[in-house]
């Protein structure tokens, strides 16, 4: 099997089991199947796959993990029951370190991603067919020679587990001597990450079970490198049944395996790491505009350029290719002669020379940009990875991360206390609604409130939503908090004869029960809705326009005024307001607390308060924090004004 044509016309006679619930993605890899195997059996899901199997003769699987009655792994389970040689490859879009373990435990021959890289997936039916034509000889001699012309590692141990012989290519792999594994047991090559309960697995099944065992073990060599080898392990009896000694058979698969796995295990297993992460920006963008077809081009074309341009300067090892436009090149901190300082230099320096490249896609020309994160030492990957997220929202270019994860868990030690306050204040019925009064410009008289969320902490002190709103949001007691509100808010309609203005955000409103009670509310103050004002916060985290504007229609049927908060900055519009076709504008803090001496300031709000006047629409000033600003926004023709000249937030008497 030394090329791809000797592999499809072995596979040519090979019967698959194809087993994919997705009927497009089923349709699409079938394309590339009926070119490899001779006969293939399709499965829709888990159980039919089980089926499928059981009527029909198969000499190999390939299955996707996520599909409905069995999954994947589920599937493999209940075929693994009737046949523990099957070769089995899993096909999946899922990335994750729970499912290769359980895979592993399951004895499968290989974990592909999709898409499929054919590369891997050629490397991966190489193995199997390796291992197919093992299984089918009878002599044991001449499996040996078989294994030996292909470089396969073979191993034999003694009935106590030590070793009593390795080939050549176990060394080469391993980076030991022949004679420093004679006498040893394998644990040598354990890597410290592998659950315990695997190895206690494999022995139960070799020695107790006196069965085959089949797996991938993640190894670590002489020199520190995770390596993973699929292998085989078999005990060879007497013919009473007694155990002579074990013969074990693998094959290096750690150039197919997720490069995102090998990388963190690269990472983990030392703290004598450089790294550095790498990020195409817009990559999203190609797959858009041009798509799939070339986003696997350019991801080909541009890690060839990559690696090319960065060996040549800085003698980086292998590029990992970690999906989503991003990169790493990785180094052993004593094989790097530079220091800090000048790697920083070489990387920008390779930073802008790759910004200044184009990538050609067919007869279009795709300009490159990149950013790079650094780190090095302990915790290495997570702190490139935090840098990365950093230079995303900073839209800086470059970093050094050496101690992000620090600071990561220290945020998130602090949002675990913010969270713990707001669920303690929640039981505690402290999350309260203040009220700031908004003042009418002509009178000076109170004309309305708005209803301002705040959490009396433990020790009484009142706590901005600043500290807790937006942290809620990533649990359940952000929509608890915002029915405390609604509750309060409408509760002040019989407090007050006054209107009561309520923050919407796009959060709240697309959310199915806030909306109930909502509804629910304004059935139950139905005389008095007409004197409820909803702000409408807008927010990039808006999802169904039709559908906010749709509830906007509907409130209004009960009387409910529509205001666009924060107007004149963010990401409120002109063309919004044909949508909302609100009540009220709040010109957003930004214009009016420089207004006195800001020109640009007062052109800005004069314009917008010309606007709503014609269009029938109030003004109301935020911000207003003197005299001077008061004066200010009067004489534009503002018609509130809203700050701590005329009132801070307080709590209404009931």
């Not at 109170?446 to 009142?462: H, M, N, P």
């Amino acid at each position: 099997m030394k090329n791809i044509g000797d592999i499809i016309k072995f596979s040519k006679t090979l019967r698959l089991l194809y087993v994919e619930d997705n009927q497009a993605a089923r349709e699409a890899t079938l394309l590339i199947f009926h070119e490899i195997f001779g006969e293939i059996v399709v499965g829709v899901d888990g159980q039919d796959g089980v089926e499928k199997f059981n009527s029909n003769k198969i000499d190999i699987i390939i299955t996707d993990i996520n599909m409905p009655r069995l999954n994947g792994l589920e599937m493999t389970k209940e075929i693994r029951k009737a046949d523990k040689d099957i070769p089995i490859l899993v096909l999946s879009a899922y990335n994750e370190s729970g499912f290769f373990m359980d895979s592993i435990k399951l004895g499968v021959d290989g974990y592909l991603l999709k898409p499929i890289d054919m590369t891997q997936f050629i490397e991966a039916l190489k193995k199997i067919i390796v291992k197919i034509k093992m299984t089918s000889e009878v002599n044991l001699l001449q499996q040996y020679q078989d294994v030996a012309d292909i470089s396969t590692i073979i191993s034999k141990t003694d009935t106590t587990g030590k070793i009593t012989y390795v080939n050549d290519a176990y060394c080469a792999v391993s980076q030991y001597k022949c004679e420093e594994f004679i006498g040893k047991s394998h644990n040598l090559l354990r890597h410290p990450s592998v659950a315990k309960e695997i190895y206690k697995e494999l022995w139960e099944t070799i020695k107790k079970k006196k069965e085959i065992w089949q797996g991938v073990l993640k190894n670590r060599t002489k020199n520190g490198d995770t390596i993973y080898l699929e292998t085989t392990i078999k005990p060879v009896l007497d013919m009473d049944g007694n155990i002579l000694e074990y013969i074990s058979i693998k094959n290096d698969i750690t150039h197919t395996m997720n490069q995102k796995t090998r990388l963190i295990d690269i990472c983990d297993a030392s703290d004598d790491i450089i790294l550095v992460l790498m990020k195409i920006e817009n990559f999203d963008d190609i797959e858009r505009y041009y798509g799939q077809n070339a986003l696997r081009t350019f991801e080909e074309i541009f890690a060839k350029q990559f690696t090319e341009a960065i060996q040549q300067r800085l003698s980086f090892r292998d590029l990992f290719s970690l999906g989503d436009g991003e990169y790493a090149f990785v180094k052993k901190i004593q094989e790097c002669p530079l220091t800090e300082g000048e790697l920083k230099k070489e990387l920008l320096a390779f930073q802008e020379r790759v910004n200044e490249s184009v990538v050609e896609l067919g007869e279009i020309e795709y300009d490159v940009t990149i950013l790079i994160s650094l780190a090095h030492g302990e915790n290495s990957y997570e702190n490139a990875h935090y840098g990365l997220k950093e230079l995303l929202q900073s839209k800086k270019t470059f970093i050094i991360a050496n101690n992000f994860i620090q600071d990561e868990r220290e945020l998130a030690r602090k949002n675990f206390e913010i969270l713990k306050m707001v669920k303690v204040a929640l039981h505690n019925e402290k999350i309260l609604v203040y009220s700031q009064a908004i003042i009418e410009n002509s009178t000076q008289e109170v004309s309305k409130y708005e209803s301002l969320v705040r959490l009396v902490d433990e020790d009484e002190k009142i706590v901005s939503p600043y500290f807790f709103l937006d942290i809620s949001k990533r649990g359940k007691y952000y929509y608890q908090i915002t029915n405390r509100v609604l509750e309060q808010s409408f509760a002040l309609l019989h407090v007050t004869d006054k209107e009561i203005s309520i923050n919407l955000s796009a959060l709240d409103i697309e959310r199915s029960k806030t909306r109930e009670k909502i509804f629910e509310l304004l059935h139950r103050h139905s005389d008095s809705a007409h004197r409820v004002v909803f702000e409408l916060l807008e927010d990039e985290e808006m999802k169904d326009f039709e559908l906010i504007k749709d509830f906007v229609a509907k409130v209004k049927d009960f009387g409910v005024q529509i205001a666009i908060d924060d107007f004149g900055a963010g990401f409120s519009n002109f063309e919004r307001l044909l949508d909302y076709q609100p009540d009220v504008l709040k010109l957003d803090a930004c214009l009016i607390k420089n207004i006195t001496t800001h020109e640009y300031s007062q052109n800005v709000v004069e314009t917008i308060v010309s606007f709503a006047k014609r269009q029938g629409i109030k003004t109301v000033a935020e911000y207003v924090e003197n005299e001077a600003i008061y004066e200010k926004v009067k004489a534009l023709g503002v018609d509130y004004s809203q700050g701590y000249y005329f009132a801070k937030p307080q709590r209404l008497s009931h």
